[in-house]
């Protein structure tokens, strides 16, 4: 009990903090939907043809592949060196290619009478995901030459896009005309997007 006159000291008041706010992590995109004609895709002929000589391999049949695009031939004494070189280069490299590449696949072009620079040149594993992705970003049709690479009408396909296929002259290497592709660019009624060769360039 306090004594006569004296006070007693207030009890301090406990105050919480300012509340906080938190920002909430912002969801990635969804990834665009397939078409849905890509529901409805068939095998690919390739994997077909493949499959087919699997089966006829497990049976003890001879069989000559003609199929996929691997030759199963070893690789030149210049190539496993290189590779086994670029063994300590175990990192991500830079995402359009290194500049090595780069400056090698536009002396190509310029060697054949193309202005090229490094820095319009994109490398990638392949010809198919690279055409992919351009289909993705163009959002339109694609010329496409026949004969031609069975993926590449697939790819087109499962892009939402159209394959407008152009002819190619036997013994052009699978190239079409100039002026055939110029005419099926400009009359037909839709937006070309790219030209696909028959073969498949790596970069």
């Excluded at 006070?7 to 938190?22: G, I, Q």
């Excluded at 190619?168 to 660019?185: K, T």
Aim: hydrophobic share 45%.
């Amino acid at each position: 009990m306090p004594y006569a006159g004296t006070m007693t000291p207030a009890s301090p008041v406990l105050t919480a903090p300012p509340a906080t706010t938190v920002p909430l992590a912002v969801p990635p995109p969804a990834p665009p939907a397939l078409p849905p004609a890509a529901e409805h895709m068939p095998i690919s002929a390739t994997l077909a043809a493949n499959e087919a000589l699997a089966a006829r391999r497990s049976r003890g049949e001879p069989v000559l592949p003609l199929a996929f695009g691997e030759a199963g031939l070893p690789a030149h004494p210049a190539l496993q060196q290189a590779l086994a070189a670029a063994t300590a280069s175990n990192g991500y490299g830079p995402v359009a290619g290194s500049a090595a590449l780069r400056t090698a696949a536009a002396g190509y072009w310029q060697r054949r009478g193309l202005p090229t620079s490094p820095g319009s040149v994109v490398c990638g594993p392949g010809s198919k995901p690279l055409l992919f992705g351009l289909l993705l970003a163009t959002g339109a049709d694609v010329a496409v030459p026949r004969p031609s690479w069975v993926s590449y009408a697939a790819q087109a396909g499962l892009a939402g896009a159209l394959p407008h296929f152009v002819a190619a002259a036997p013994g052009e290497g699978g190239i079409c005309a100039p002026d055939a592709l110029a005419a099926a660019v400009t009359s037909a009624p839709w937006p070309a997007a790219a030209a696909c060769r028959s073969g498949c360039p790596a970069a």
